[in-house]
Structure formats: C-alpha cells, structure tokens
C-alpha cells in the first residue's frame, strides 16, 4: 500500500490501552480457595492470548466467547487447575465484567504516549471489540478524552475482524484509509481486520511472540510513538 502520510491512530483498547485487573482476579479466585497471584496472571496472558489468535478461532467464535475461554487458557498456563471452583470464580468476574469492565488497568506509560500522539497532531479513536461499556469505562479511567470517538462494537452490531467497524470509524473521524493505521494486539482481529478496510496494521507484540508475521511490530506504545515521529508511517501533520 503506498504511504500517504499519517494522520489517524486507531487504537484497541484492551491489550493495549487497559488490561485485566490482575489483583481483583487474584482476590477473586483466593476467595474459592484457588492461589494465583496477580504476576503470575499477568505473566500467562500472553501466551494465552497467542493461542486464541488462530484463524480458525477466530472465524468460529465471537469476541464474548474467546474472552472467557482466554481466561481458562490463562489459568492453564499460570499452572491453576480448571474445576468447579475456577468456573465459579469466573463466573463472578464474568459478571463484574458485565457491568464494570474488568479491563481497568492502565499500565505505566499509556497516557504518556497517548498525549504524544495528541501532540503530534495526530486524530486517535478507539477501536474495540467491547460489551457496551467501553465509553463509559475509558471516560472514568482518564482516557477518554485523548480520542476523538470511541467505537464500542456491541454499539454497532458488528465487531473486529469484521471491515465494517474500521468503516464506521473512518467515517466518525473524517479520515481515509490511507492516512490511517489501526494498532491491536491480536493479529487475526485487528490486522487482518484493518487491511480488509484498506488500513495499515501495526501488531503490539509486547512479549516477541509473533516473529515473521507480515506487518509492522511494536513491542510497547513508547515504541510506537517514537517510530512514528521518525515518520515510519508517513509524515505526520506537525512534522
């Protein structure tokens, strides 16, 4: 695709903005009896979330029940047996989920590299698969306001990898394609997703787990930030 210089930053939300809240899932689980500390948690979600990013999951599930089968492949690589006990306790998040989002936290560096964006002149939107909350959710963690929309797909009908949300997000923004990338951290939803919309994808792949996949990689969204002001992606408005 030919480079037209950059202008709009999609972003997901989850896996790159905000992730699980590993101390309420820890606690969660210690209350059925289950030990799982919350770096140990964190430290497995990688590796589940690479074996849910197959093709064929992902043409054969939905965003809700990937997410639930990811926190069984979590336990499973933290070393926690699945039981009656683990069902349970999901079952409670699952519910705190339903009406907080159990994504709320937001590591070290996210605003930072949020505001950079901004500075450079650079229209963001978010872009996710999410439950209804996600405007709402983002607003309360501070980070609303760094976007120019938010696009929740359960608002729309339709979700990631599905072209037609990277559309609605072009129109909301006002942007073409071509000067525009979307940034995720599953490539089967959100890379292959933007290409069938005609936008870059860009794979946050924190951990180095996807070696030889056929688009850009950041490992961080410092790094992000910092290709784009070298113009990787095509000069920006304030370069």
Not at 45 to 54: G, L, R, S, V, Y
Not at 150 to 157: A, K, M, P, W
Not at 169 to 180: D, H, I, M, V, W
């Amino acid at each position: 695709m030919k480079n037209h210089g950059l202008r709009t930053v999609f972003l997901d939300a989850g896996g790159v903005l905000v992730y699980p809240n590993w101390t309420r899932i820890s606690a969660t689980l210690a209350r059925h009896g289950i030990v799982a500390a919350p770096e140990v948690l964190a430290r497995a979600e990688p590796i589940a979330k690479k074996q849910i990013d197959e093709h064929s999951t992902v043409a054969t599930t939905d965003d809700a029940s990937r997410g639930w089968q990811y926190f069984n492949l979590i336990l499973t690589a933290a070393g926690v047996p699945l039981s009656k006990a683990t069902e349970t306790a999901l079952g409670e998040l699952r519910a705190y989920h339903r009406e907080r989002n159990l994504w709320e936290l937001v590591p070290d560096g996210v605003t930072r590299a949020l505001q950079a964006l901004v500075d450079m002149d650079l229209r963001l939107a978010v872009v996710s698969n999410a439950n209804g909350t996600l405007c709402a959710h983002l607003d309360r963690l501070g980070l609303g306001r760094y976007a120019h929309c938010v696009l929740d797909s359960f608002d729309h009908g339709v979700e990631k990898p599905d072209p037609r949300l990277f559309r609605i997000a072009l129109e909301r923004t006002g942007s073409s394609s071509e000067t525009t990338i979307h940034v995720g951290d599953l490539y089967y939803i959100d890379v292959v997703g933007a290409r069938a919309a005609n936008i870059r994808g860009v794979l946050l792949d924190e951990q180095g787990l996807y070696d030889g996949v056929d688009c850009p990689r950041v490992r961080s969204l410092d790094e992000l930030v910092t290709r784009i002001r070298s113009g990787e992606f095509g000069a920006t408005a304030s370069s």
